[in-house]
């Protein structure tokens, strides 16, 4: 179908499109059976009215107008087609001509994927440092495994040691005015293990049951909320009751209470855990450099606000998820920062222009070394997610929609591009099943 196309600013572009009655006779028969269906005309059921009697009983424009969104999304589609655009999401229309029996003709408005210019990748080249693993490490492990298979026994008659629990009543104050969820009945406090507020378990040291005590704290600068970080806070203790802590020998016997054979086993599993851990932390951080430097020396097209827009709100929404799963409240979290949604939307520009450019650098890399997704890796993947959420409706019924398959191709595929980045900068072998030189899905 013709139309024309005219390049804008900002990586968009406009499409006029004209589309001939010829070209969408059919979309009006199939737009009159949609009307007749919800049509009462005299004489016939519904659906069953012919396209001639319905014109004259709804009139021609109403079939034209409810058969233009198919005549768009065909046409639109054609056009995008045959311009090979990468579009972006959801375009802008506006009709321009709409009269039965002559030409349609619409604009469409839509952003274009920017284009991509990468550095030699192979002149990248970053340091893969894996944390030794120490004996001292192994320790302050089995110590916590120690303090988690402790045995509190109340020891009110005497006064808390750094060893101790206290159960406590605590109230909070800034400038004398009560600080809202300042306020903890029962507040269980480790004397062993840091807090929160640095210096609070100190003045907890040496108190007794029933004891109360008032002394004010700074709080730390980067604390969540917003309106204590940085501010020195009045507080009130009284305690209730101290546990004394009672540890179990480093032992044999310890490492049979979880399930290990001896104390030797358990050092070898701790020791195997923590390499895992610092392998695992170095790679992040091989991954991290890398996209770093390519961010730093590609060059981009103008990034479309509709992309940064994607990533930030799926920033905020990972935002949200950590929140909930630490029991804050997302309004609760924005209050405290004295800022509203939108606010904190343009907080996030600089982080998801940042993720924008590292995903079309994925895109770039993929299409440029021939990595793809092939329908048995998708699937195979898809039957491990159906496996694991196997009791949830659901998500299950999500796992059949053709957007999620895409998203998941496409994680498939940044994890593959990531791998193949992490082989070139480090000198290493590229990992088999990344490149398929061919393969009969792209044929």
Do not use: C
């Not at 898809?382 to 957007?403: G, H, R, T, W």
Request: aromatic fraction near 6%; charge should be negative.
């Amino acid at each position: 179908m013709p139309h024309i196309l005219k390049k804008l600013e900002n990586s968009q572009i406009e499409l006029t499109i004209t589309v001939s009655p010829e070209n969408y006779e059919k979309y009006l028969e199939v737009a009159g059976k949609r009307l007749a269906e919800r049509a009462s005309i005299k004489g016939f059921r519904p659906g069953k009215v012919p396209l001639d009697v319905l014109k004259k009983e709804v009139g021609e424009m109403a079939i034209l107008q409810e058969a233009l969104e198919d005549i768009v999304q065909t046409s639109y589609y054609e056009a995008v087609t045959s311009e090979k655009l990468d579009t972006i999401g959801m375009p802008k229309i506006s009709i321009d001509k709409l009269a039965p029996g002559n030409d349609v003709a619409y604009k469409a408005t839509v952003s274009l994927l920017p284009k991509v210019i990468l550095p030699n990748i192979k002149n990248i080249k970053v340091e893969k440092k894996v944390k030794k693993i120490e004996d001292k490490h192994i320790d302050e492990v089995i110590d916590s495994i120690r303090k988690m298979q402790a045995v509190e026994v109340i020891k009110n008659d005497k006064k808390s040691s750094t060893e101790d629990k206290l159960i406590i009543d605590m109230d909070m104050f800034l400038d004398k005015v009560p600080v809202e969820g300042g306020a903890a009945k029962d507040y269980q406090v480790y004397l062993s293990e840091p807090h929160y507020i640095p210096g609070f378990n100190d003045q907890l040291i040496g108190l007794g049951q029933g004891e109360e005590k008032e002394f004010s704290l700074d709080f730390p600068p980067t604390h969540y909320q917003k309106h204590l970080a940085g501010k020195n806070v009045q507080i009130k203790v009284k305690v209730k009751d101290i546990y004394e802590r009672q540890l179990p020998e480093i032992s044999d016997e310890l490492a049979k209470k979880i399930g290990q054979e001896d104390l030797a086993k358990l050092r070898e599993l701790i020791n195997a855990n923590l390499l895992h851990e610092a392998e695992e932390k170095a790679d992040q951080q091989v991954e991290i450099e890398i996209l770093e430097k390519l961010i730093t020396d590609a060059k981009f097209e103008v990034i479309p606000e509709v992309l940064i827009d994607a990533e930030r709100h799926k920033i905020f929404y990972e935002l949200k998820h950590d929140l909930e799963r630490h029991g804050i409240n997302i309004e609760q979290y924005l209050a405290d920062l004295k800022k509203t949604q939108e606010e904190m939307f343009k907080d996030f520009s600089a982080q998801a222009e940042k993720r924008a450019k590292a995903a079309l650098i994925s895109r770039q890399v993929a299409n440029e070394q021939g990595i793809h997704v092939h329908d048995e890796e998708l699937q195979k993947e898809i039957k491990v997610m159906e496996e694991m959420y196997k009791d949830n409706k659901d998500y299950l019924a999500n796992l059949k929609k053709p957007e999620v398959k895409d998203t998941i191709s496409m994680t498939l595929q940044n994890r593959k591009v990531m791998q193949w980045l992490k082989a070139t900068a480090l000198g290493e072998p590229i990992p088999e099943g990344i490149i398929h030189e061919h393969h009969h899905d792209h044929e």
